[in-house]
């Protein structure tokens, strides 16, 4: 009874947004990253489009509650890597775009008013990790693992991890991800406070859409202002860790050690 | 051993407060909701006279710990929704007496300087479950649950428990409380950190009241400076916290969202 | 293959601060305390020669990481409670002593660049459970044990653990060490946060350094600016802990409360 075998609403919003995939059933707005033969990854132009959904969704007055989700296997394999080998200008350029587009992404999700619930299919990993502490909550399949190689990388991390994963999960916990690369599965995800709750695989569509499309029909003006409590000190210091890692990365993606990473990662990549 | 069963000191001061019943053993005083045959509710009278309590135990010289248990098989259903329907004035009347005996009930726990233990014998509903938060320490029997439906009664966050309950849990668990009226086990709330620890219920009181007479033998100096320290930045987040808290809940209580959500339950309870 | 056997750079810097040994293995720097015949305590003069370690540390361009264990079967027994008895000037002075001294430790922790990490190989107690809070990551021995009896001393917390504690395990959890001596196994200080993994004993250096060894690999630059980025907020807070529990120490210190207490663990350790 997921929304994948559910009668969605025929009306649904038509995206023009290229990879992804925008859908209602009832008050529930579902945002599909939708680029399952590459493993749903995120280039450059979707960062704004991204924001801009949720943009829609924020203004849209028969929505109560977004998730988030990703077709296929994965729900999300982070940042594109090809957004840093086939921008046609300069490096500078190229981090200077990321930079701009990451941190409207990053904004959009800090400021969105309603509820936004990940639904976590499959391995999240850079980017689609860092979001899901920004999200008020985060439901996923155990198949799946999490993942954000900062330092292998030679980078440093983004969408606010350098605050929410030390809130989430103790800085201890926090460093192994942040600083270490360490990988962890759903179930360890869920023990750290990144995960609200793991399902078997098998479950996992049918069990998570109901409980949320239901959640959908609670009094919206609860829901938000509730979120707006719970938030109230904590969106300055985000836009703040925005600014901050987002500098911190123009820079980290114009050293010499991001440079070298990304490379040794092609060459292993394609041999 | 318990208090239930000890020979408590014959001084006990003697509470003219209502639905309350306070009593000394040794250093440790004991406030007992005592409402057993309506489930410990919270009338607007008692948040005030709850106040009042704590006034008494912070200028008590021979107190050194104050520990807050239910009588019976509830500690506390929470706020008494007849304070919404058997009050004599305008709606706009009872919110804003609700909203003054709130404010200062929960002003009573951010500011008491001595000691706090929550002795959770059995299920915490909204307000008691809220105000768990804001105390030292929580020990529960492995029969109580815990429960803050607030958007189920169109309502919102209440004790400062928008920003205790994320700090305590992280964000991702305490959304499911906070905006999705989750109900909860003693074991869930411990694995979240709203529980100090759980007991089984045949060995609760015999177990947790030696243990808390034990710690109100500790030099009071240490321990007021103690507590005084780990809140010193706290404290004043707290105020704010509780000063929006309320505002909004006078603007919810007046909805018609709280209405609906009120009228629903006493109907189906009435049949 | 830890660094007790493998064959650690010839060219390790010789150490003029007793009680500590300092060792290279490539990018690591190893500070290991090393009085095991009194179980590792810190005497007075420590806590300023382990400042100058991790200044050492943070100026040294061919460290990456440090890292912080025990010689012998105890991390630390803590305070050496002989400060307080065998300072040859007034109580006053060797509280004002101690405080200083405290302070600075404290501080070097705070602004430590580069991550440095807790090898806890086994029972942790007072200061050197309560810097722990200040780590990028721990990992302990399943033999360890962690305690910081403040109160049973008529102290109170130091090394911002007023502060780190509750943000690690959440002040419910918190205050059972913090306010009430509790004694905790590794197992259980995982789970609160204050440990990042258990190992078992025997597996525990043969484990532990590979990890660790191959972390110093990574881009320093990530590393240290990852770290920043996490610490941001928190550093003025950490120092502003910091002042304030060293302040009140300082009053504890020469309290009836502390001196009692003291006397009391000497008297019966002499029996």
């Not at 949720?54 to 989700?69: F, G, I, Y």
């Not at 701009?100 to 850079?126: E, M």
């Not at 985060?138 to 693992?145: E, K, L, P």
């Not at 440093?156 to 270490?180: D, H, I, R, V």
Request: proline share 4%; charged share 25%.
């Amino acid at each position: 009874v997921g929304p994948e075998n559910s009668a969605e609403s025929s009306a649904a919003p038509k995206s023009a947004a290229v990879g992804f995939e925008v859908s209602m059933d009832g008050k529930l707005r579902i945002i599909r990253i939708n680029k399952p033969e590459k493993k749903n990854p995120f280039t450059l132009k979707m960062y704004l489009d991204f924001a801009q959904l949720l943009k829609d969704a924020a203004e849209d007055q028969n929505t109560t509650l977004v998730a988030v989700t990703g077709t296929g296997d994965y729900f999300s394999s982070g940042n594109d890597l090809t957004n840093f080998t086939s921008f046609s200008g300069s490096v500078s350029e190229a981090a200077e775009e990321g930079k701009r587009n990451l941190k409207i992404f990053v904004n959009s999700l800090i400021d969105f008013p309603k509820p936004v619930i990940g639904v976590v299919n499959g391995p999240a990993l850079g980017i689609a990790c860092t979001i899901l502490g920004l999200m008020d909550a985060v439901y996923a399949t155990d198949r799946g693992w999490f993942q954000t190689p900062f330092s292998a990388l030679g980078q440093s991390p983004e969408a606010c991890s350098s605050y929410t994963f030390p809130k989430l999960m103790g800085s201890l916990k926090a460093n192994e991800m942040l600083l270490f690369n360490k990988k962890i599965t759903a179930v360890e995800a869920c023990k750290l406070g990144l995960v609200t709750e793991v399902f078997q695989d098998a479950n996992f569509q049918s069990e998570v859409w109901p409980k949320i499309k239901e959640w959908s029909e609670l009094p919206i003006n609860s829901l938000v202002y509730s979120k707006q409590l719970s938030r109230q000190f904590d969106t300055e210091i985000l836009h703040k860790v925005n600014d901050a890692e987002c500098e911190r990365l123009l820079e980290r993606w114009q050293s010499e050690d991001c440079m070298e990473a990304i490379m040794k990662f092609f060459s292993k990549n394609s041999k």
